[in-house]
T-cell receptor, first 113, second 117 residues
Framework: GEDVEQSLFLSVREGDSSVINCTYT??????LYWYKQEPGAGLQLLTY?????DMKQDQRLTVLLNKKDKHLSLRIADTQTGDSAIYFC?????????????FGIGTKLQVIP | NAGVTQTPKFRVLKTGQSMTLLCAQD?????MYWYRQDPGMGLRLIHY???????AKGEVPDGYNVSRLKKQNFLLGLESAAPSQTSVYFC????????????????FGPGTRLTVL
């Protein structure tokens, strides 16, 4: 079955880079996503990557996908205090019709000024 | 566009009471979802709907019912609330991947914080 795992907590200093890691088990993933949840709010899509890509860059965000190891990472360059939030990794599996999205438990990023 | 809205934002129930959570979206999305979020457990799918008039069970459906009478609305009902249903409930919606309109990104509402005493 599908399983998405993340570490629970990451602390970085403002201005440093943050790297949030995620592993997944289903090799038939089609899309992998990173969502951000700020306190008291719902999840908001940050970025996504197709399963046939290795890397995607979007301004301060870099997503790396290692399909062999089923490992996904999100790098945030020049981390700001406004980046403090919970980051969820998610994978979509299957083809045709309804395709299930499985979320990790979320990594809480704390940015120290 | 308001996106995905949820009502109410907060609610306290006594064990055995019933209530309905309302989710509305104005993006003409086909798919809608109800999740619960609990500490250390991430998001778990309760029920989902792939279109008006259809519903299906997710990962943790017991104790909940849903209805999708209109495309824009997805209702989550608790017939007899239990303390184990204390949680934050999120509704989400998306286009299905087949339409080619999107990557099936889910758009989330702000959540409903429910406490069952």
């Amino acid at each position: 079955g599908e399983d998405v795992e993340q570490s629970l907590f990451l602390s970085v200093r403002e201005g440093d880079s943050s790297v949030i890691n995620c592993t997944y088990t289903d090799s038939s993933s089609t899309y992998l996503y990173w969502y951000k949840q700020e306190p008291g709010a719902g999840l908001q899509l940050l970025t996504y990557i197709f399963s046939n890509m290795d890397m995607k860059q979007d301004q301060r965000l870099t997503v790396l996908l290692n399909k062999k190891d089923k490992h996904l990472s999100l790098r945030i360059a020049d981390t700001q205090t406004g980046d403090s939030a919970i980051y969820f990794c998610a994978e979509k599996v299957g083809s045709g019709g309804y395709q299930k999205v499985t979320f990790g438990i979320g990594t809480k990023l704390q940015v120290i000024p | 566009n308001a996106g995905v809205t949820q009502t109410p934002k907060f609610r306290v129930l006594k064990t055995g009471q019933s209530m309905t959570l309302l989710c509305a979206q104005d993006m003409n999305h086909e798919y809608m979802y109800w999740y619960r979020q609990d500490p250390g457990m991430g998001l778990r799918l309760i029920h989902y709907s792939v279109g008006e008039g259809t519903t299906a069970k997710g990962e943790v459906p017991d104790g909940y019912n849903v209805s999708r009478l209109k495309k824009q609305n997805f209702l989550l009902g608790l017939e007899s609330a239990a303390p184990s249903q204390t949680s934050v409930y999120f509704c989400a919606s998306s286009y299905p991947l087949l339409t080619g309109k999107s990557t099936d990104t889910q758009y989330f509402g702000p959540g409903t914080r429910l406490t069952v005493l």
